[in-house]
């Protein structure tokens, strides 16, 4: 199977929220065909309501993902990861890409498992992909070509924004962008909270507090401002905001986000290490 983007077919072995939100965007930006996609998933009430909405090819089990597909994402939970790549290894080729989408699932790990036979890249994904505004950090060896990378970097790209870091990095891009929006859906939690406690109505707290957070990440993004300095143009003398974040300071906001942050990347070099 020598590379060519024209044929080249996508495997997923899982089809959860993740692998869902990938293949709908793909086909959104017209990638590839749907019949170029192939996928399997043991719930297969949920690969029956994928192959509905989406025209892709579902198949009857990991084996015939790897004979079908050569970029191949397993979008499966770190758990089964060995169970998977014991059924699969003997079926690789040199020309086959895996593509790791877990919490610490290495490529040295999936390298070992497959005997070093395939090419092999790590990457993470966040939740947001499903609104095509995911962050995905990616990682690739170095058995991939320019052409497979780049083919690689648009299929990511369809659905949120991409950053190439190393490999020893991605237990910390997993804490700071692969668990964090959790820390940001409780953030608004807490502000529509406080909002309903002042008389506001739930639905309003809530859309009030996303779209602040949705703005500020815009603003930020956009205008290339150090955080600080935008927090400072909301700071007038004497007036409400700097009454908050003094607030805010003395209750340790700062050290309780980055202790969240070094804790989630604890876990994250844990997990890496029990499957080294």
């Given at each position: 199977m020598s590379f060519d983007i024209s044929k080249q077919s996508i495997g997923?072995?899982?089809?959860?929220?993740?692998a869902s939100a990938m293949i709908h965007a793909?086909?959104?930006?017209?990638?590839?065909?749907?019949?170029?996609i192939f996928a399997f998933d043991t719930d297969k009430s949920k690969m029956s309501e994928l192959k509905a909405k989406t025209g892709i090819t579902v198949l009857g089990d990991n084996r015939c993902v790897v004979e079908k597909a050569t970029m191949i994402f397993l979008t499966i939970k770190p758990?089964?990861?060995v169970a998977v790549l014991d059924e699969i290894s003997h079926l690789l080729s040199k020309d086959h890409i895996l593509i790791s989408v877990a919490a610490g699932i290495t490529t040295e790990f999936i390298k070992d498992k497959t005997q070093s036979i395939c090419k092999v890249v790590r990457t993470m994904p966040n939740?947001?992909?499903l609104v095509e505004e995911g962050m995905t950090a990616i990682s690739t060896n170095h058995g991939l070509g320019e052409k497979e990378i780049n083919h690689l970097k648009s299929i990511l790209t369809a659905f949120g924004k991409i950053e190439e870091v190393n490999e020893e990095l991605m237990d910390f891009v997993t804490a700071i962008s692969g668990s964090s929006p959790a820390f940001i859906f409780m953030l608004i939690e807490a502000m529509a909270d406080s909002g309903v406690m002042m008389g506001i109505t739930r639905n309003q707290?809530?859309?009030f507090a996303a779209q602040t957070i949705l703005g500020s990440a815009k603003l930020l993004m956009d205008s290339g401002k150090h955080p600080g300095e935008l927090k400072?143009?909301?700071?007038?003398?004497k007036g409400t905001t700097i009454h908050g974040?003094?607030?805010l300071e003395l209750n340790g906001f700062r050290g309780m986000i980055m202790d969240a942050i070094?804790?989630?990347a604890m876990r994250a070099l844990e997990i890496s290490n029990e499957n080294s």
């Amino acid at each position: 199977m020598s590379f060519d983007i024209s044929k080249q077919s996508i495997g997923f072995i899982g089809t959860g929220n993740i692998a869902s939100a990938m293949i709908h965007a793909i086909l959104k930006r017209k990638l590839i065909e749907p019949e170029q996609i192939f996928a399997f998933d043991t719930d297969k009430s949920k690969m029956s309501e994928l192959k509905a909405k989406t025209g892709i090819t579902v198949l009857g089990d990991n084996r015939c993902v790897v004979e079908k597909a050569t970029m191949i994402f397993l979008t499966i939970k770190p758990n089964i990861y060995v169970a998977v790549l014991d059924e699969i290894s003997h079926l690789l080729s040199k020309d086959h890409i895996l593509i790791s989408v877990a919490a610490g699932i290495t490529t040295e790990f999936i390298k070992d498992k497959t005997q070093s036979i395939c090419k092999v890249v790590r990457t993470m994904p966040n939740i947001a992909c499903l609104v095509e505004e995911g962050m995905t950090a990616i990682s690739t060896n170095h058995g991939l070509g320019e052409k497979e990378i780049n083919h690689l970097k648009s299929i990511l790209t369809a659905f949120g924004k991409i950053e190439e870091v190393n490999e020893e990095l991605m237990d910390f891009v997993t804490a700071i962008s692969g668990s964090s929006p959790a820390f940001i859906f409780m953030l608004i939690e807490a502000m529509a909270d406080s909002g309903v406690m002042m008389g506001i109505t739930r639905n309003q707290a809530y859309r009030f507090a996303a779209q602040t957070i949705l703005g500020s990440a815009k603003l930020l993004m956009d205008s290339g401002k150090h955080p600080g300095e935008l927090k400072d143009m909301v700071c007038t003398p004497k007036g409400t905001t700097i009454h908050g974040i003094y607030s805010l300071e003395l209750n340790g906001f700062r050290g309780m986000i980055m202790d969240a942050i070094s804790a989630t990347a604890m876990r994250a070099l844990e997990i890496s290490n029990e499957n080294s």
